[in-house]
């Protein structure tokens, strides 16, 4: 059943360039167990971190458009590249859907490091927005923030190689100039390196704080459905989980399983 949009039964969507926004997707799950989730992998077009943002803008506008067409009540661009480069076009161009974006978490990272240096991980394209110097100049006056761009990260979490050599040895070369400089908080400022926690706390000891924004994107989307009177009217039922890709609908299947993300059934799209 296909929903008009704003309809407090229709689904919340989520969309990424692949399997990233599913470290939000497992956020919005816990908080929101009753809400319909439609998520969107746009892996035919991934990675989206080294795409120039006018490319990021036109396929997050067609990701929005199919999620608008399968009734989705609020959009979660659960992707950091394109948050940077897309939100704002997006939030012009249909300007009657909530949309919630990703902000690297600068913020909690500024307020929590003892020496005064931050680390901030993401791909190029975040990297070069406007939206992180953004908010590096809001709330990280007079803190040092050593940044590095991902080249390969996502690609290796899109492969499921979370903790491979390979994987590893990539971590190991970005974070090494943040440790070096004296960074005591990591910013994951790319929704796939969410998985990799394991791999990069391994590398950075127990003293380090690593953070990402998937919980405090989760909170947001409960605010902003509490407030637009969108949230689904029966609060005991639990909602469905599917999932859509603009690529092969048996490999996202097995990334599913493999990342331990809600089941669901997947089908493919064409944009
Ligand atoms: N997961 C995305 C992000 O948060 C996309 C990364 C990519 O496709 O390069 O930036």
Redesign the pocket.
């Known amino acids: 059943m296909t929903l008009s949009p704003g309809h407090t039964h229709g689904p919340i969507g989520l969309f990424?360039?692949?399997v990233?926004?599913g470290t939000v997707l497992r956020h919005i799950r816990r908080l929101l167990p009753s809400e319909d989730v439609i998520y969107l992998a746009d892996q035919a077009h991934?990675?989206?971190?080294?795409r120039p943002p006018h490319d990021v803008r036109r396929l997050s506008k067609a990701n929005t458009r199919w999620l608008i067409s399968q009734g989705a009540k609020a959009i979660v661009v659960a992707?950091?590249?394109?948050s940077a480069v897309a939100l704002r076009a997006l939030r012009a161009q249909f300007p009657h859907v909530p949309f919630v974006g990703?902000v690297p978490p600068v913020k909690p990272a500024a307020q929590c490091t003892r020496t005064g240096v931050v680390g901030v991980l993401?791909?190029p394209t975040?990297l070069n927005g406007d939206l992180l110097q953004e908010v590096i100049r809001q709330w990280a006056q007079g803190v040092t923030v050593v940044s590095r761009e991902d080249h390969g990260l996502?690609e290796l979490v899109e492969a499921g190689h979370l903790e491979t050599p390979e994987t590893e040895s990539l971590l190991a070369h970005s974070l090494a100039p943040m440790l070096a400089e004296g960074a005591d908080a990591i910013v994951l400022?790319?929704?796939?390196y969410a998985y990799l926690r394991p791999a990069i706390r391994r590398l950075v000891g127990p003293d380090v704080t690593i953070l990402d924004a998937g919980e405090a994107v989760a909170q947001q989307v409960a605010r902003v459905l509490r407030a637009r009177q969108l949230c689904h009217p029966d609060r005991v039922r639990t909602g469905r989980v599917r999932y859509a890709t603009t690529a092969n609908p048996a490999q996202l299947a097995r990334q599913v399983t493999h990342l331990g993300l809600p089941p669901g059934p997947v089908v493919a799209v064409e944009l």
């Open positions: 990424d360039s692949g990233g926004g991934c990675p989206y971190g080294n992707c950091n590249t394109a990703m993401a791909t975040t996502v400022g790319c929704t796939h």
